[in-house]
């Protein structure tokens, strides 16, 4: 197969960050990276670019992971309960949930908040599928000490009383 070897002008996902210099497929560089400017042809031409390039993505770092540390104290002093609609459960008592708590729900608690997360950045511990408390990691940057342990409460909307 035909390689190209490339220097990226910004980040690109499991390939790399802005100045590094990478060795991809010629279909991948022809018809995705080059068109779309994210990438360059490699030469040493480009040297001083690339320098210039790894000094704002050390920056654009720093800022990110001041962001990212601000964004987890604000989430950690949340405290968020789901109230979802329950019917009459089984013979033991227990409760039968409508439905279940997704991350989706998370993303859009947390944005009624203030605070605005991508959904592929939130991993529960266990399915939601209960009344009760549960936890998410929550990523917010890709250094992996900015991770947030959020737990929140499923309670039930309409509580069941006996007769």
Partial sequence: MAQSKLLLLEPVDKLGEEGDEVTVKAGFARNYLLPRKKALPFSRANRKQMEALQRV?????????????????????????????????????????????????????????????????????????????????????RDPEVVVDFTFEVVSENPIEEA
């Fill in 57 to 141: 993505r050390e920056q654009r770092k720093a800022q990110e992971l001041a962001q990212a540390n601000e964004l987890k104290e604000k989430i950690e002093k949340l405290s968020v309960a789901f109230a979802v609609k329950t019917g009459k459960g089984d013979k033991e008592g227990n409760v039968k949930l409508f439905g279940s708590v997704t991350a989706n729900d998370l993303v859009k608690r947390l944005a009624e908040e203030g605070i605005e997360i991508e959904k592929k950045k939130i991993q529960f511990s266990a399915t939601v599928k209960a009344l009760g408390q549960y936890q998410a990691k929550i990523k917010l940057h």
